[in-house]
């Protein structure tokens, strides 16, 4: 029977030593790895873009399974997964939901792969 993976919140940014540092520990590298496999994917990647290209009020799911030529149920999947890896925010707003790339887990990311990154 395979072994389930430890549940590990993912809502804050990553939080560890820069992989450049020295070996990384268990927890550390599933932290590391559990958002990487989030951004796997074309489709996320180019939901992260478009997010990230976006004004400060967001994105709707509608406006984004139209950029991206899938139907709004798929964008939602994928959304859900890199919500669920602490990448994206969603709000409630009237009937609509809103989403938003989380920069300063994105920017945590780059730092714990290149503490060198972006400077």
Do not use: F, W, Y
């Amino acid at each position: 029977m395979p072994r389930a993976l430890p549940v590990i919140d993912m809502s804050a940014p990553v939080c560890c030593a820069p992989v450049a540092a020295g070996p990384v520990d268990d927890t550390a590298a599933l932290e590391v790895a559990l958002r990487l496999k989030a951004l796997a994917d074309p489709v996320r990647v180019k939901l992260m873009s478009l997010l990230l290209a976006s004004p400060d009020t967001g994105e709707n799911g509608g406006d984004l399974a139209a950029a991206v030529g899938l139907a709004e149920s798929t964008v939602s999947h994928h959304l859900g997964q890199l919500r669920k890896a602490g990448l994206v925010e969603s709000d409630r707003v009237g009937m609509n939901v809103v989403h938003h790339a989380k920069r300063d887990a994105l920017a945590a990311l780059c730092v714990v792969l290149d503490p060198n990154c972006c400077r």
